[in-house]
């Protein structure tokens, strides 16, 4: 990329990653509200139409006029080359704007340590720009936010939790509740059929919960799978199984 470094006399600005929490506005913390609207640039991930996604819409009602929102293409998909190539395009586009002193807030959805693109954009950044301060500064995340709209623990006591990310063999779900007590299905819509049928057969299914688009008005719970053999979960989808059940 081309771009004018700062002379000797000016100073970068600063990069945070800002979790925004996966859907109620509420779920900011005090800290990521207080940086967020102290910030010149905010940006975050486009959705397909390039307009500011989800993250941008969970804290709009924060925002103050003034701010410039600078959307970032950064598509979903698997492709190793396609991913590499955006976060280099939205790590240049920071760059850009953190080399002419403004401060950029990356707001993401969640946490910003959990699965968050953020992770990617912030390593690119400092690849380019080695001396920029980046601060992660933590919120709240789907598992967390999924379990306590269900009213259930994520874990107790000695239980073990295994996380998967996404599942592309559902023998990996079979090894996890071999070793783990809690395992957390994140993006499971695409397999949801397989885990449903998996779970049937080790009869699980009323162990296992489906959150979706937990915190926002869309929320739906289901605290039993046992009625959904047909169903197709959304993305904003999270699926969590406890192999021993606790209820209040
Ligand atoms: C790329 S990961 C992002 C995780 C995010 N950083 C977090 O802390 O929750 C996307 C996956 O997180 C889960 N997820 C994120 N937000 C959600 C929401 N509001 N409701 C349900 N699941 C959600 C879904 O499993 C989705 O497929």
């Not at 991913?83 to 002419?100: N, P, Y």
């Not at 936010?145 to 599942?167: D, F, Q, V």
Request: proline letters at 6%; hydrophobic letters at 45%; charged letters at 15%.
């Amino acid at each position: 990329m081309s771009r004018e470094l700062p002379s000797a006399a000016s100073v970068w600005g600063k990069l945070w990653g800002v979790s925004v929490g996966p859907g109620d506005s509420e779920w900011l913390t005090l800290k990521g509200l207080q940086i967020l609207q102290a910030a010149d640039v905010v940006a975050c991930p486009q959705n397909r139409d390039g307009e500011p996604g989800m993250a941008y819409g969970i804290v709009k009602s924060h925002l103050r006029p003034e701010q410039t929102i600078l959307p970032l293409d950064l598509p979903f998909v698997r492709d190793p080359v396609q991913l590499q190539q955006a976060w280099t395009a939205a790590g240049e586009t920071l760059v850009t704007r953190l080399a002419q002193g403004q401060d950029v807030v990356f707001i993401t959805e969640g946490d910003a340590s959990l699965y968050s693109t953020f992770s990617y954009v912030a390593q690119t950044v400092h690849h380019l720009a080695p001396t920029v301060d980046i601060t992660t500064v933590p919120g709240v995340c789907s598992p967390l936010a999924a379990m306590a709209a269900l009213n259930r623990p994520l874990s107790l006591g000695g239980e073990k939790i295994a996380i998967l990310p996404a599942l592309y063999d559902v023998s990996e779900l079979t090894h996890a509740l071999e070793w783990s007590e809690v395992v957390v299905l994140m993006k499971v819509a695409s397999v949801f059929g397989q885990v449903w049928q998996t779970l049937h057969d080790l009869e699980l299914l009323e162990q296992a919960s489906l959150v979706e688009w937990v915190g926002s008005s869309q929320e739906k719970q289901y605290p039993s799978l046992v009625d959904l053999a047909d169903y197709t979960p959304p993305y904003f989808s999270i699926l969590i199984v406890r192999r021993h059940d606790y209820r209040f």
